[in-house]
């Protein structure tokens, strides 16, 4: 079994930043992708940012040039740097890991999530 748990998010002022954190643990022999995703009231789960374990990354159109998604591959732990916020970015905020567990089983695995409101 595979936990991620997510810190970082809370309530700041349009133009602000806020930086995410998820940390997985358990019975993880290798993660492949880490990635961010977020689902606003009355909306469907969107990707917001994806990191492979080689460093490759994908964005949202809504997010380019102003988020960033970083991983500590040691440290089983993915980062969402999240500057110039917006209204619009209001959110719970949800990260997602895929790998291989100890079992030798695939994993797909989220976290808790965590809220990010961006409201003057």
């Known amino acids: 079994q595979v936990q991620l748990v997510e810190s970082g998010g809370g309530l700041v002022q349009p133009g602000g930043s806020l930086r995410l954190s998820c940390a997985a643990s358990?019975?993880?022999?290798?993660?492949?992708?880490m990635g961010w995703y977020r689902q606003a009231p009355g909306k469907q789960r969107e990707l917001v940012a994806a990191?492979?374990?080689?460093?490759?990354?994908n964005y949202a159109d809504s997010v380019k040039g102003r988020f960033t998604i970083s991983r500590n591959n040691a440290k089983n732990t993915v980062y969402l740097q999240m500057n110039s916020l917006k209204p619009e970015d209001t959110a719970v905020y949800y990260c997602?890991?895929?790998?291989?567990?100890?079992?030798?089983?695939?994993?797909?695995?989220w976290g808790q999530g965590t809220q990010v409101t961006v409201s003057s």
């Open positions: 997602n890991a895929t790998g291989l567990a100890l079992t030798g089983a695939d994993f797909g695995s």
């Open positions: 358990g019975s993880i022999f290798s993660i492949n992708a």
């Open positions: 990191i492979t374990s080689g460093g490759s990354t």
